[in-house]
């Protein structure tokens, strides 16, 4: 089959690699619908994350189960799936805290499951799946190719710009700033208008982003960084600040925005994977009672609450796909998103 392996910074190929087969009994092969390419894929791309060697690469996936192990009783053969981007069994004792992935028996996309079977990563033709009863979610309707962006959302960046807001504790009427406007911040804005915020600023500058967040909810833009970011944050909040603020970046730069955007008492809940070396200015935060909330999204937990909205076209993350192109050309993906050509691209196996 065909999958995208990457070989060094800015080399991403897409090459033959072979069929996934079962192995563990508990474990499903997956024909990949849609996959696409996430922010977090471009540090390795970049070369900020060291590629020591040629690896598979991609964790967001949705597809049609093509043959399940001997022990699956959740999943069945003709299912159409959502796969979070990393693996659980949804019943030990973290996953049953709500921390999936930190799952005792769980792993990640492109390398060996703990019984010694590969999991293939996602932006392939096929993938095995271990532990498939806990980490597939099955969709029990007939689904539409109109349906497939915005379910693709729910295995990565719909569920982390949740995360987001959860952690930052948005409730009905509040005020939430946005930091980033990738695709995760993106469906922030979209996590907060369904919690019912009232007043959301997003932060950013680019035009399509910012028609798009406008579109998803947001009520104001600020396009501003530093101390004029804040200053306009201010103004739009009673000049404290913002009760909630969703960091969705990871760099020292937006933890600071995001921080100081945040009014006396306030909440910071952040989900950017941290890249740059953000720290926590920990007498600033105890001054003002601003508390900093979140770490890596345990979408896995986040899919059933969120699947309904997505059928019924409550909300649309879907949208945040602005690109689509075949496996073939993955690498135009990479580059159009590394570029900021595009908000996020979808692939098409």
């Known amino acids: 089959m065909l999958a995208t392996v990457i070989h060094a910074a800015r080399d991403i190929r897409v090459e033959t690699v072979p069929d996934p087969e079962l192995s563990t009994g508990g474990d499903a092969i997956v024909r990949v619908v849609a996959a696409c390419v996430c922010g977090s894929d471009l540090w390795p791309y970049r070369g900020v994350t060291p590629t020591e060697e040629p690896h598979r690469i991609g964790h967001e996936f949705v597809g049609v189960v093509e043959a399940v192990g001997d022990d699956v009783s959740l999943i069945e053969v003709g299912d159409f799936v959502i796969a979070p981007f990393y693996v659980c069994d949804n019943t030990c004792v973290n996953c049953r805290n709500g921390v999936s992935t930190s799952c005792l028996n769980g792993g990640w996309w492109g390398s060996d499951d703990r019984l010694g079977g590969f999991a293939d990563a996602g932006q392939g033709e096929r993938v095995r799946v271990p532990l498939a009863d806990g980490t597939l979610v099955p969709v029990r309707q007939e689904v539409t190719d109109e349906m497939v962006p915005g379910l693709l959302t729910l295995s ?44 959301i600023i997003a932060m950013s500058r680019h035009r399509d982003r910012q028609e798009l967040a406008r579109a998803f909810g947001a009520t104001h833009i600020v396009a501003d960084r530093g101390d004029e970011g804040v200053l ?89 796909f602005d690109l689509t192109l075949p496996l073939a050309e993955a690498a135009e993906a990479y580059a159009a998103m590394d570029e900021r050509r595009a908000v996020k691209v979808m692939l098409r196996p």
């Open 156 to 199: 990565d960046v719909m569920g982390t710009g949740h995360h987001a807001a959860v952690s930052a504790g948005v409730q009905a009427g509040e005020s939430v700033v946005v930091v980033g406007d990738g695709a995760v911040g993106l469906c922030a804005v979209i996590a907060a208008k369904r919690l019912g915020a009232t007043t």
């Open 232 to 320: 306009a944050v201010k103004q739009l909040t009673g000049g404290i600040g913002a009760d909630r603020v969703l960091e969705c970046v990871g760099t020292k730069e937006s933890m600071d925005q995001a921080i100081r955007s945040t009014r006396p008492g306030g909440m910071v809940g952040y989900v950017g994977v941290p890249n740059g070396g953000p720290e926590l200015p920990v007498r600033p935060l105890f001054n003002r009672n601003v508390g900093v909330n979140g770490g890596v999204a345990p979408v896995r937990g986040y899919i059933e609450e969120l699947l309904p909205d997505v059928l019924s076209g409550a909300i649309e993350p879907g949208r945040v």
